[in-house]
């Protein structure tokens, strides 16, 4: 299998360092092909603009979902964002992996999505009608994948539990698995988190590796997160609220799962 590793740690000797070589390792003594894009190695530009598409009239305004749109389509877009898209669907996997930085993925990790989910690509997949908004929620362009998060935490795994301080990892990370990953078609499988960080020691990194070693080798038997897909029955259409009788009296991020 084909492996698109996301990597957004800028100090290589990091303990996200570390843990990004063990999964490369993993993976290609398993037999799968790896590829990392490094964002801080490659200075990935963050910013949306209207470098992005080079060809696009300057006389108009910029417009970064029209301007993406027709930069795609016409395949003028920046270099840089196109190759990480033959990434993508080059990959049977996509691994994002980051320090968790104030609840959310460092900034350069966001401008990835921003720029390299382009219109018609990561959005604006499909009919767009009355009746059908798009192919994205299970459907879209990444259908058939798998993806993963690999994050890192300062606080401690009580801080992200259903009633933590922080609120539950699995809410925080909500709007990544379900809004960046399930949107345009992956099937995402639980996070691998590592909290307190700064408590980690040889043994405890050994025993890390351990459980990151486990579940790389069942990234494609893992059952996936089971968020309902946005086209099998369960929203109304156009509004895209739940039916009254699917999950009734339920609102919020878990809702949205089967
Ligand atoms: P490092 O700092 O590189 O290492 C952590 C520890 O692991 C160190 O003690 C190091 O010696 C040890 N280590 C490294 N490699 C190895 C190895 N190979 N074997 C054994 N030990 C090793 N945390 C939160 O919980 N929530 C937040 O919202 C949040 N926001 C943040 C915002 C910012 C801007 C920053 C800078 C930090 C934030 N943090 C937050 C903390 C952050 O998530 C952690 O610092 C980060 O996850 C640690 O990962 P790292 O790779 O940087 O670890």
Not at 134 to 143: A, D, H, I, T, W
Not at 156 to 165: D, N, T
Request: glycine share 8%; hydrophobic share 40%; net charge negative.
């Amino acid at each position: 299998m084909n492996v698109l590793l996301v990597y957004a740690h800028p100090e290589p000797t990091s303990l996200n360092g570390s843990i990004r070589d063990f999964t490369v390792q993993r993976l290609q003594a398993a037999g799968h092909t790896v590829q990392v894009s490094d964002l801080y190695a490659m200075s990935w530009k963050t910013t949306v603009d209207a470098e992005d598409a080079p060809e696009r009239d300057p006389r108009q305004p910029f417009h970064a979902s029209l301007d993406s749109k027709r930069a795609y389509a016409q395949g003028t877009q920046s270099a840089d964002i196109a190759r990480e898209q033959q990434k993508l669907l080059w990959a049977d996997a996509l691994i994002l992996q980051f320090p968790l930085w104030w609840f959310t993925m460092p900034a350069i990790l966001k401008g990835w999505v921003d720029r390299v989910y382009a219109y018609g690509f990561g959005y604006g997949v499909g009919e767009h009608s009355d009746s059908r908004w798009g192919e994205r929620y299970g459907e879209g362009k990444m259908k058939g994948k798998r993806a993963m998060l690999m994050v890192t935490t300062g606080g401690w795994e009580s801080h992200y539990a259903p009633r933590g301080i922080n609120g539950s990892m699995d809410d925080l990370l909500f709007p990544i698995q379900h809004g960046i990953l399930y949107y345009p078609g992956f099937e995402v499988v639980p996070p691998f988190v590592v909290y307190r960080t700064s408590r980690m020691d040889a043994a405890r990194f050994a025993q890390t590796c351990d459980e990151l070693g486990r579940r790389l080798d069942e990234l494609w038997s893992t059952r996936p997160i089971a968020y309902r897909q946005q086209n099998a029955g369960d929203y109304e259409i156009p509004a895209l609220t739940l039916k009254d009788d699917v999950a009734p009296g339920e609102e919020g991020f878990a809702a949205h799962l089967r």
